[in-house]
């Protein structure tokens, strides 16, 4: 169990923190937001917003960029983290991770496969069909995209209600 520090005061960090409503004491949320750095906003939005929208992300501009995030209960903190796509802070051109893969979640094998589709025809490069994969769970079904930029994105799906690999 991770603890805070009681004395601490967390810093604000983002815009996302300001919005965000106060935590409850004694909890900790692992992940806040994920960004990522493109360095053609337009076709990040049309990459992007082709299969986010589908997941219940809700679209907002923030400072030039864009922020994508699951509609937040009036007085509830998101437990899931918002999505930032941004110029990088010092000016120079963005490169995607090595290493680094950003996944988002869809409720079934077939929203997986028309997300996967959408995403193609708005930009994104094939990094994997959606399918099974040997060395992961029964269930988990999956396909990866890079966006015009070249960060990987995976959409998956483990709905134990669909059959599995092998079923």
Do not use: W
């Not at 004694?26 to 299969?51: K, P």
């Not at 110029?87 to 051109?93: D, I, L, Q, V, W």
């Amino acid at each position: 169990m991770i603890r805070r520090r009681s004395g601490l005061k967390p810093k604000v960090l983002s815009g996302a923190a300001i919005r965000r409503p106060a935590p409850v004491l004694g909890t900790v949320t692992m992940i806040v937001y994920v960004t990522v750095g493109v360095d053609d906003i337009e076709a990040a939005e049309r990459f992007y917003s082709a299969f986010l929208p589908a997941l219940g992300y809700g679209l907002e501009y923030y400072h030039g960029d864009l922020c994508y995030a699951l509609p937040v209960v009036p007085g509830q903190t998101p437990t899931h983290p918002e999505f930032y796509v941004k110029r990088p802070f010092n000016g120079a051109s963005a490169s995607a991770g090595n290493g680094t893969m950003i996944a988002f979640e869809a409720s079934s094998q077939q929203q997986v496969r028309d997300l996967h589709a959408a995403a193609l025809n708005a930009g994104g490069q094939d990094e994997g069909q959606p399918g099974f994969r040997d060395d992961y769970g029964a269930n988990f079904f999956v396909s990866y995209l890079r966006d015009p930029q070249g960060n990987k994105i995976a959409i998956f799906s483990s709905n134990p209600n669909e059959p599995g690999r092998g079923g």
